[in-house]
């Protein structure tokens, strides 16, 4: 069993449309992590999160400790959101990452 | 500019052969890191490195060496031992690798295909 789920694991939206990324984990976490990977396979930090609730633009990142479980919400999503996006969590020194939540947003 | 460079973006290597994978950082970070990612799998640490000259094995190490002489560079080298080398490798940093605040940068990846 991995230590990080995400669902789905595919999302097709068209543009405009709210979107969520579920995460969960199983693990202890300092940390949770959301990454974007775009097609080149180039990886960015999105957030970073403890506890509680960030928002950067149109992204939004929240986490619930004791269940154990993560969104990302993507506002008025835009055809450059298209990406992969994958839940990362840090426990002890260690990272374990989900399997990625694959997003195509459709003009 | 400040980042990680990763080098070369793809390489082809032949069977028995060893590569080198090239990873420079110039964030004056203490933590380097080495990933694989398989299609439908997370990424897989390889091995990490929290200061100069000690590195450590991570999930996935077999048939995979690296070395960290310089806090810039950590390089990493898949060995004719690694049975199923094909995949795409990032390398990441991170400031202190310690904290729990700490976050990883990551290269652009290096993809290699053993023909």
């Known amino acids: 069993k991995n230590e990080v789920e995400q669902s789905p694991q595919n999302l097709t939206a068209q543009e405009g449309e709210f979107i969520t990324i579920n995460c969960s984990y199983s693990v202890g976490i300092s940390a949770l992590h959301w990454l974007q990977q775009h097609p080149g396979g180039g990886i960015v930090s999105l957030f970073m999160?403890?506890?509680g609730k960030k928002k950067h633009g149109r992204l939004i990142a929240t986490i619930n400790i004791q269940e154990k479980h993560s969104s990302l919400h993507i506002t008025a999503s835009h055809p450059r959101d298209s990406a992969v996006y994958i839940c990362a969590v840090r426990s002890s020194n260690q990272f374990y990452f989900g399997t990625g939540t694959s997003l195509t947003v459709i003009p | 500019d400040g980042g990680i460079t990763q080098s070369p973006k793809y390489l082809f290597r032949k069977e028995g052969q060893n590569v080198t994978l090239s990873c420079e950082q110039n964030l004056n970070h203490d933590a380097m890191y080495w990933y694989r990612q398989d299609p439908g799998q997370g990424l897989r640490l390889i091995y990490y490195s929290q200061i100069v000259n000690d590195f450590q094995k991570g999930d996935i190490a077999e048939g995979y060496s690296v070395s960290r002489e310089k806090k810039e560079s950590f390089p990493l080298t898949v060995t004719s031992a690694q049975k199923n080398p094909t995949a795409f490798y990032l390398c990441?940093?991170?400031?202190?690798?310690?904290?729990?605040?700490?976050?990883?940068?990551f290269g652009p990846g290096t993809r290699l295909t053993v023909l």
């Open positions: 999160l403890s506890s």
């Open positions: 990441a940093s991170s400031l202190t690798g310690a904290s729990s605040t700490d976050t990883q940068y």
